[in-house]
């Protein structure tokens, strides 16, 4: 037990407490600037897209259709087109590798003489003849095509997949390209919808600061702008979190790579629990769990161990010899024991896996008990209190403020089987720092679920104790979110800060009991 004067318990009265923990560096996060995330609907693409071929077209002086084709080309990044153009004072190598074979001058001086309304021109695809009318062709080419079968090439590019934002001219071997303005008038209204969301999708692909939210039915892309503190998680308006880098479920504080060295190990036959218990035994000198792989009942545990016993009895070897051994003995109170427990590694692994697992089920729980206060308690709260809707948001605040916390505490189990057992003080300020993040997400999550309940039945509107309950759960939901964030930001550092810890872990466990007492 930690030693404090009577006359330190004296001057630190409850309020003071609170005030200390609140103005404590230690304990409060510092102010710092979070990623800018911005949700993109369709249009809000279309409209950005358009500002791109704006702009290119002022700079390069060519036509919005053409700077549609040259920002394709260099996925849609600006300085790269500029960087391509601008590197040689001959535009033509920037032309040729975009399709842009001919300038549109060339192209209407060429398509003026050979396509007159007096002559018949061949179609390059079924060989029939047919006047300027009836023939459609590339800007950039002087290879021409009857309307028909222009129009089936595109179509059936169209439905082949997003390689059509790449089309070229049919003729064989040229690359001039098919622009947006013959996509409109040769295909069909299903396609030329289709093409235009192809047209958003290469848009939000070829950004590396966008792209789509992967929850399913989502239509909305995220630009992401890295400038602050909140790692790599990200939110979307859906109220789908994800990891930006690998695109899966958010998993702050832990790393892309442990995250998937533990999926890949839950997964794993060998690391599944009920396997393991069934179909391996643990070596009685090493004891880490054995697989029997082979007939013979003879077992030689893995280099550096060696030792042989029988898989039966788990006799030594070099004393059981091939003895028949089915002759049944009852076994002495501490081999049964024995044999009931796995190894260390695998006890190591059930411990973090069950709270994991724990963790993850109340996750999935707040999540959908976060929808229903959104879609409906908050509504039959607002009537059963005589509240608007504003004076009830602090319960919604907490509801959103336990989903995140379920999922950060979840992944600080992966975190700590991942820490190397040997540091100690790193292993023990981590197991301080979890276990204080977590007692106080245990009473926010108890007031935000059970003591809300009592508003719901009242009789009286509103109820006496409304402002009494939303203090507390204002407060409750504060104290959380400062012990998650600095627990985050301890595991992202690496714990780094052991030695400040262990020095101030007295001071810290006291005023934590006292706040969540108090609250």
């Given at each position: 037990?930690?030693?404090?004067?009577?006359?330190?318990?004296?001057?630190m009265?409850?309020n003071?407490?609170?005030e200390?923990?609140?103005d404590?560096?230690?304990?409060?996060?510092?102010?710092?600037p979070?990623?800018?995330i911005?949700?993109?609907?369709e249009?809000?693409?279309?409209?950005?897209?358009?500002?791109?071929?704006?702009?290119?077209s002022?700079?390069?002086?060519?036509?919005?259709?053409?700077a549609s084709?040259?920002l394709?080309?260099?996925?849609?990044?600006?300085?790269?087109?500029?960087?391509?153009?601008?590197?040689?004072?001959?535009?033509s190598i920037?032309?040729?590798?975009?399709?842009l074979?001919?300038t549109?001058?060339n192209h209407?001086?060429l398509?003026?003489s050979?396509?007159?309304?007096?002559?018949?021109?061949?179609c390059?695809?079924?060989?029939?003849?047919?006047?300027?009318?009836?023939?459609?062709f590339?800007?950039?080419?002087e290879?021409?095509?009857?309307?028909?079968?222009f129009?089936?090439?595109?179509?059936?590019?169209?439905?082949?997949?997003?390689?059509?934002?790449k089309l070229?001219?049919?003729?064989?071997?040229?690359?001039?390209?098919?622009?947006?303005?013959?996509?409109d008038?040769?295909a069909?209204?299903?396609?030329?919808d289709?093409y235009s969301?192809?047209?958003?999708?290469?848009?939000?692909e070829?950004?590396?600061n966008?792209?789509w939210?992967p929850a399913?039915?989502?239509?909305?892309?995220?630009?992401f702008?890295?400038g602050?503190?909140?790692g790599?998680?990200?939110?979307?308006?859906?109220s789908?979190?994800?990891c930006?880098?690998?695109?899966g479920?958010?998993?702050?504080?832990?790393?892309?790579?442990?995250v998937r060295k533990?999926v890949a190990?839950?997964?794993?036959e060998?690391?599944?629990?009920?396997?393991?218990?069934?179909n391996?035994r643990p070596?009685?000198?090493?004891?880490q769990?054995?697989?029997?792989?082979?007939?013979?009942?003879?077992?030689?545990?893995?280099?550096p161990?060696g030792y042989?016993?029988?898989?039966?009895?788990?006799?030594?070897?070099?004393?059981?010899?091939?003895?028949a051994?089915?002759?049944y003995?009852k076994?002495k109170?501490d081999?049964t024991?024995?044999?009931?427990?796995?190894?260390n590694?695998?006890q190591?692994?059930?411990?973090?896996?069950?709270?994991?697992?724990?963790?993850?089920?109340?996750?999935k729980?707040?999540?959908?008990d976060?929808k229903l206060?959104?879609?409906?308690?908050i509504e039959?709260?607002?009537?059963?209190?005589c509240?608007p809707n504003?004076?009830?948001?602090?319960?919604?605040?907490?509801?959103?403020?336990?989903t995140?916390?379920?999922r950060v505490?979840?992944?600080?189990?992966?975190?700590?089987?991942?820490?190397a057992e040997?540091?100690?003080?790193?292993?023990?300020?981590?197991?301080?720092s979890?276990?204080e993040?977590?007692?106080a997400?245990?009473?926010?999550?108890e007031?935000?679920?059970?003591?809300?309940?009592e508003f719901?039945?009242s009789?009286?509107?509103?109820?006496?104790?409304?402002?009494?309950?939303?203090?507390?759960?204002?407060?409750?939901?504060?104290?959380?979110?400062?012990?998650?964030?600095?627990?985050v930001t301890?595991?992202?550092?690496?714990?780094?800060?052991?030695e400040s810890?262990?020095?101030?872990?007295g001071?810290k466990?006291?005023?934590?009991?006292?706040?969540l007492?108090?609250?």
């Amino acid at each position: 037990m930690d030693d404090y004067s009577d006359e330190e318990e004296e001057v630190m009265s409850d309020n003071e407490i609170v005030e200390s923990y609140c103005d404590d560096p230690e304990i409060k996060p510092q102010s710092k600037p979070y990623n800018h995330i911005t949700a993109l609907k369709e249009s809000d693409i279309h409209q950005r897209i358009q500002e791109l071929q704006t702009l290119v077209s002022d700079v390069l002086c060519v036509s919005k259709i053409e700077a549609s084709l040259i920002l394709r080309y260099y996925n849609w990044t600006v300085t790269h087109v500029h960087d391509a153009w601008f590197l040689h004072h001959d535009h033509s190598i920037v032309r040729q590798k975009v399709g842009l074979l001919l300038t549109t001058t060339n192209h209407h001086q060429l398509t003026d003489s050979t396509h007159t309304d007096t002559t018949t021109t061949t179609c390059g695809i079924c060989f029939d003849a047919f006047n300027a009318e009836s023939l459609s062709f590339t800007r950039y080419c002087e290879h021409s095509f009857c309307n028909q079968c222009f129009s089936s090439y595109i179509d059936t590019s169209i439905n082949d997949g997003p390689g059509c934002l790449k089309l070229k001219c049919p003729q064989f071997s040229c690359d001039a390209a098919v622009d947006q303005d013959l996509i409109d008038k040769l295909a069909s209204k299903d396609n030329r919808d289709k093409y235009s969301r192809y047209l958003v999708s290469s848009y939000v692909e070829g950004n590396k600061n966008t792209k789509w939210c992967p929850a399913p039915g989502c239509d909305f892309a995220l630009q992401f702008e890295l400038g602050g503190v909140g790692g790599t998680d990200v939110s979307c308006v859906c109220s789908h979190s994800f990891c930006w880098i690998c695109a899966g479920d958010a998993h702050r504080p832990v790393g892309c790579d442990s995250v998937r060295k533990w999926v890949a190990l839950n997964k794993s036959e060998g690391f599944t629990m009920d396997w393991i218990l069934v179909n391996t035994r643990p070596c009685p000198k090493c004891k880490q769990p054995i697989e029997k792989n082979g007939g013979c009942m003879r077992m030689t545990c893995k280099p550096p161990c060696g030792y042989q016993f029988c898989w039966l009895c788990r006799q030594d070897w070099s004393v059981h010899g091939y003895a028949a051994c089915n002759s049944y003995e009852k076994e002495k109170v501490d081999q049964t024991a024995e044999m009931k427990l796995t190894s260390n590694n695998l006890q190591r692994y059930a411990h973090y896996y069950q709270r994991w697992a724990a963790n993850d089920a109340s996750f999935k729980k707040a999540h959908m008990d976060l929808k229903l206060v959104k879609d409906m308690k908050i509504e039959e709260l607002c009537e059963s209190q005589c509240q608007p809707n504003d004076r009830l948001k602090f319960i919604l605040e907490a509801w959103k403020q336990i989903t995140e916390c379920r999922r950060v505490l979840k992944w600080s189990y992966v975190y700590g089987y991942y820490l190397a057992e040997d540091n100690i003080a790193k292993k023990q300020l981590f197991e301080y720092s979890q276990g204080e993040a977590e007692s106080a997400l245990e009473r926010l999550h108890e007031c935000a679920e059970e003591e809300v309940k009592e508003f719901y039945k009242s009789n009286t509107c509103p109820s006496p104790n409304l402002d009494n309950y939303r203090v507390k759960l204002t407060h409750l939901t504060n104290v959380t979110k400062n012990f998650f964030e600095n627990l985050v930001t301890a595991l992202e550092n690496g714990l780094s800060d052991v030695e400040s810890s262990q020095s101030t872990r007295g001071i810290k466990k006291r005023r934590t009991c006292s706040i969540l007492d108090i609250l």
